[in-house]
């Protein structure tokens, strides 16, 4: 079998929020929603009988491009600084759509911290032809960065 990258789980400070921001503003679907109370052993957050709610959102592929969103709900994780800028360590989400208009319109109406609005650029793609698009830059309600893409024809 191929190695495949399937899923990316994001800690949250509420589920609820970022369940209804992948939902709403990005038109991701629930697939799997359910508490998980931790081993301790696995995960290299939290200890063993602590508990989680794990929300796993899909994008339209059935196997890959899944977000997961894990709540720690007893006890709590103490509250992250907000990140302004991107460095060492921190994650950008590549995304792409047919409609980056009506994402940045959503993610206004969410309340979303946007960094740059829609803004069309060219870039070298792997195969060395231009590909055109347009991008809108914002951050998720945890401060996780995304790109969100629609590519034109040339």
Known sequence: MANLLKRTTLIVR?????????????????????????????????????????????????VVGMVGLLEFTEPRLP???????????????????????GAHRRALAFGARIHAPPHRFDVRGAGGDMLSMTSLSLWDPDDYFIEFNQRHEN
Do not use: C, H, N
Request: aromatic share 8%.
């Open 14 to 62: 509420s589920i609820d929020r970022s369940l209804a921001f992948y939902r709403d503003v990005l038109q991701f679907s629930v697939w799997y929603d359910d508490s998980i109370m931790l081993s301790g052993v696995g995960l290299a957050a939290g200890s063993r009988g602590d508990i989680t709610r794990l929300v796993i959102m899909k994008a339209e592929d059935p």
């Open 79 to 101: 509250e992250p600084p907000r990140r302004e800028r991107l460095g060492i360590g921190d994650v950008i989400f590549v995304m792409q759509g047919d409609d980056v208009q």
